[in-house]
């Protein structure tokens, strides 16, 4: 599985949650800054395998109208500290493989 975090979630997030869940890593990993455009960041994951860990609705906006690949994990959470989210994600490793395996779905909610 790899995991992909967007610029709108600390890079300490895929660090931190690599050690449970191998394959994570922040957009900043590949010099994809925040001025970066979602396209350019659809299109990394989409070339490259990955799953799109984001809090932008944009994401989701793309991937209803591409369908996926790539595949997106939308937060929803809004502005919580790092530490919540990162429970928030280990909370839910099953759901995140499982998604993951699935080659149905696209867009997968947590909260």
Not at 11 to 24: D, H, P, Y
Request: charged share 25%; glycine share 4%; proline share 2%.
């Amino acid at each position: 599985m790899k995991l992909l975090f967007d610029n709108n979630i600390s890079f300490r997030v895929s660090s931190q949650l690599n050690k449970t869940i191998n394959g994570c890593k922040h957009v900043s990993d590949f010099n994809l800054d925040k001025n970066t455009d979602d396209s350019v960041i659809w299109n990394f994951a989409k070339n490259n395998g990955y799953t799109i860990i984001t809090k932008d609705t944009d994401f989701e906006a793309i991937s209803r109208l591409f369908g996926c690949p790539p595949k997106v994990i939308q937060l929803i959470c809004g502005n919580i500290k790092t530490s919540e989210l990162i429970q928030i994600l280990a909370t839910n490793t099953e759901a995140i493989k499982s998604f993951d395996n699935n080659e149905e779905d696209c867009l997968l909610y947590l909260q």
